[in-house]
C-alpha cells in the first residue's frame, strides 16, 4: 500500500488532481460526509443525499447530535477527532428526532460509520470525514421477514386447527400446539411408515391406518386429499375423531417439496349429533311399549354398543322389588362376567342415595365409588371397565333404579356431554316405565271392579 508522500507525488504528476479527487467524491456509491472540528458539515457527495434526502440543516454539529448521543457514539465522535479511525455498529438513525436542530422530513436509515480523521498538511487532525454503509434494506427486509416469523408462529401457537408440515422426505417438520393436543404427543422425529404407530392413527373401523390411506403421505405424493376422516388414540387420552384436508407444497418447478395437512378435531361435534340421534331413537321406541320392564330394556340395548360397552339396570320391578332388570353387553365382552352381574346384592339404602357419577379413567379413580360390598368391588376389578357413568332412574320424584354404563374393549373415554345425554335417556326411560307401571295399576283396579 502506498504511504501519504507516495500518493502526494502521484497526485503531483496529474494535470489536474483537484478535478481527480473531487469526481471520485461526486460519484462515489458511497454516502461521505466532513466534518470540521467544531463538528459542522462542511461537505456532503451525492450519495450522503440519496440516503437521507437532503444535506445536513444549517446549524447541525456533529458534537451535539442527541440522536448520537443516546446511542453511545459521542465518545467515537471524539476519538475521530483525536486521530483515530473508528468504526460504529449498525444503529437505526432517525434526523427528525434531533433537538438541537429544526428537521423535518428526512429518511429514517440503518447505518454502519468509519470515522477518520483528516490532517492538514499531515500535522494534526482538524476535520473528520465519515463513510456511511447503508444498510437499510437489509435490515428491512430482516426486521420483516422476523415479523413474518413471528406472525407465523403466532397462527402456528393460537390456531385451533392443527397444522402439520413434512417435508419431502416425510419428516414431519411442523406440530403445532393442537395438533399435539389432538394426538397426545409431541413432534415426532420418525419417517411416514412410522407416523401410523408413532402418532396413534386408526381407520374409523379401528384398524391401524395404513400409510396408503395417510392423508398427508398422500399429499406427499402430490394428490390433494379434502375433508378425510380417521380416529386417533392417544397412549394416554380418549380416542378422538379428526378430520382433515391435506395439500401437496411445490416449489417454482411444480416439484413437491412437501405437504401440510390441517386437522380438526370432531370429537364433540359428532358426539353431539349421536347423542341427539339417541335421544331420537330412544323416544321412538318408548313410545311403542307400554311394559314396564321393557321401558328399560330398550333404552339399554340403545345404549350398547353406541355409547357403551356394558349396560346394568337395577329397578323396582312393578310387584316393588329391587332387582337386576337387565345387563347388556357388546358382542366382544365377558358373557360370564355378565352371570356374575345378575347375583351382585342391591342396596335399597344405597339406591335412595344414588346420583350422577363420571369416572372418565376408573383405573386412576378406582372403583371403590361403585359398591358397597366385597361381591361388588370383586366384580368391578373383575371386569376393569376403561370408562364408567352411573345415573339415578326418577319418576316423580322418587328413585325407582339406575342406569350404570361402563366402555372396556372399546376403550372409550365417557365425558361431561356423555352423562348429560345419558341422564337424558335416563329420565325418559324412567318416566316412559312410571306410566306404563300406571296404566296397568289403573287396567287392573277396573278389572277387579268389573
Not at 462515489?28 to 440543516?57: D, I, Q, S, W
Not at 340403545?302 to 329391587?322: E, I, M, Q, S
Not at 339406575?402 to 356431554?417: D, Q, V
Request: hydrophobic content about 40%.
Amino acid at each position: 500500500m502506498s504511504d501519504t508522500g507516495d500518493i502526494r507525488t502521484r497526485l503531483g504528476s496529474i494535470e489536474d488532481p483537484f478535478e481527480l479527487i473531487r469526481g471520485l467524491f461526486e460519484h462515489a456509491p458511497t454516502p461521505y460526509a466532513v466534518f470540521n472540528r467544531l463538528g459542522h458539515c462542511l461537505l456532503v457527495n451525492p450519495a450522503y443525499v440519496k440516503m437521507f434526502g437532503t444535506e445536513p440543516p444549517a446549524g447541525y454539529s456533529l458534537l451535539q447530535d442527541e440522536v448520537a448521543a443516546a446511542l453511545g457514539l459521542t465518545r467515537l465522535f471524539h476519538a475521530a477527532y483525536a486521530g483515530e479511525t473508528v468504526k460504529t455498529p449498525t444503529f437505526w438513525y432517525n434526523p427528525n428526532a434531533l433537538q438541537h436542530v429544526d428537521v423535518r422530513g428526512v429518511n429514517q436509515v440503518a447505518i454502519a460509520c468509519t470515522l477518520f480523521p483528516l490532517r492538514a498538511g499531515g500535522g494534526d487532525s482538524t476535520h473528520v470525514a465519515i463513510a456511511y454503509s447503508d444498510l437499510t434494506a437489509e435490515l428491512t427486509a430482516k426486521s420483516t421477514a422476523e415479523a413474518e416469523r413471528d406472525l407465523v408462529h403466532t397462527i402456528l401457537s393460537q390456531s385451533g386447527d392443527g397444522i402439520i408440515v413434512a417435508d419431502k422426505h416425510g419428516t414431519i417438520q411442523i406440530f403445532n400446539a393442537e395438533a399435539e393436543r389432538q394426538h397426545g404427543v409431541t413432534r415426532q422425529h420418525v419417517g411416514a411408515p412410522a407416523w401410523s404407530q408413532t402418532y396413534g392413527l386408526y381407520t374409523l373401523e379401528g384398524s391401524p391406518l395404513p400409510l396408503d390411506q395417510t392423508p398427508l403421505y398422500l399429499a406427499l405424493h402430490g394428490q390433494r386429499v379434502e375433508n378425510a376422516e380417521w380416529m386417533v388414540r392417544p397412549a394416554n387420552g380418549s380416542a378422538r375423531l379428526l378430520s382433515g384436508t391435506a395439500t401437496p407444497l411445490r416449489n417454482a418447478d411444480g416439484e413437491v417439496t412437501g405437504a401440510m395437512l390441517i386437522t380438526r378435531d370432531e370429537t364433540d361435534r359428532k358426539a353431539a349429533e349421536q347423542h341427539l340421534k339417541l335421544l331420537a331413537a330412544a323416544s321412538a321406541a318408548l313410545a311403542t311399549t307400554l311394559i314396564y320392564e321393557e321401558t328399560f330394556a330398550r333404552v339399554a340395548h340403545l345404549l350398547v354398543p353406541a355409547v357403551a360397552d356394558w349396560c346394568l339396570v337395577d329397578a323396582y320391578d312393578k310387584r316393588g322389588t329391587l332387582i337386576h332388570l337387565t345387563v347388556v353387553h357388546g358382542p366382544n365382552e365377558n358373557q360370564d362376567l355378565a352371570q356374575v352381574a345378575n347375583r351382585l346384592p342391591l342396596s335399597e339404602e344405597r339406591l335412595k342415595d344414588a346420583h350422577p357419577l363420571l369416572l372418565p379413567a376408573v383405573q386412576a379413580s378406582g372403583v371403590e365409588p361403585l359398591g358397597a360390598d366385597d361381591a361388588t368391588e370383586q366384580f368391578w376389578k373383575q371386569l376393569a371397565p376403561h370408562s364408567l357413568i352411573r345415573v339415578p332412574l326418577r319418576a316423580r320424584g322418587r328413585v325407582i333404579g339406575t342406569f350404570t354404563l361402563a366402555t372396556k374393549t372399546s376403550e372409550r373415554t365417557f365425558t361431561p356431554g356423555d352423562l348429560a345425554a345419558v341422564e337424558e335417556l335416563a329420565s325418559r326411560a324412567a318416566s316412559a316405565a312410571d306410566n306404563a307401571r300406571l296404566y296397568h295399576q289403573s287396567r287392573e283396579a277396573a278389572q277387579r271392579a268389573e
